[in-house]
């Protein structure tokens, strides 16, 4: 980023190169105003997004918080997306559920296998 004053017209020069993978100790500038091209030491900045309001389940890869979750007694209900949601409601609602091995359902969380939960479960899922 650049912001000076042409050494001289005093016409204001302001300059910015994005995306830059390496800071630059010179830039060349020309003068609008009077044509004059001059090397200027320049002000390297880096930008981040900063996003300071997330709370609860958080994505994995951005670490923003999860558009489906909700609070369920003490506990966070998320889910990754609306076939994640369809695939929990499915599991909540079935009468028999058959384990094999190491599946999905057997890394749930005890309060949406407990079948005290149920019928509150299933509400919470139909709000989201």
Request: hydrophobic fraction near 30%.
């Amino acid at each position: 980023e650049l912001r000076k004053n042409c050494s001289k017209c005093g016409q204001r020069i302001e300059k910015t190169i994005p995306n830059l993978k390496e800071p630059k100790e010179f830039i060349t500038a020309k003068c609008e105003n009077c044509g004059d091209t001059e090397k200027y030491k320049p002000r390297n900045i880096s930008q981040q997004m900063v996003f300071d309001n997330q709370h609860g389940a958080k994505d994995q890869i951005f670490g923003v918080s999860l558009w489906l979750q909700e609070e369920f007694k003490g506990q966070i209900l998320w889910a990754l997306n609306y076939d994640h949601l369809k695939y929990l409601k499915n599991y909540i609602s079935a009468d028999l559920r058959e384990r094999s091995g190491m599946s999905m359902s057997a890394k749930l969380p005890q309060f949406i296998k407990e079948k005290k939960n149920r019928v509150k479960l299933l509400k919470l899922i139909d709000k989201m």
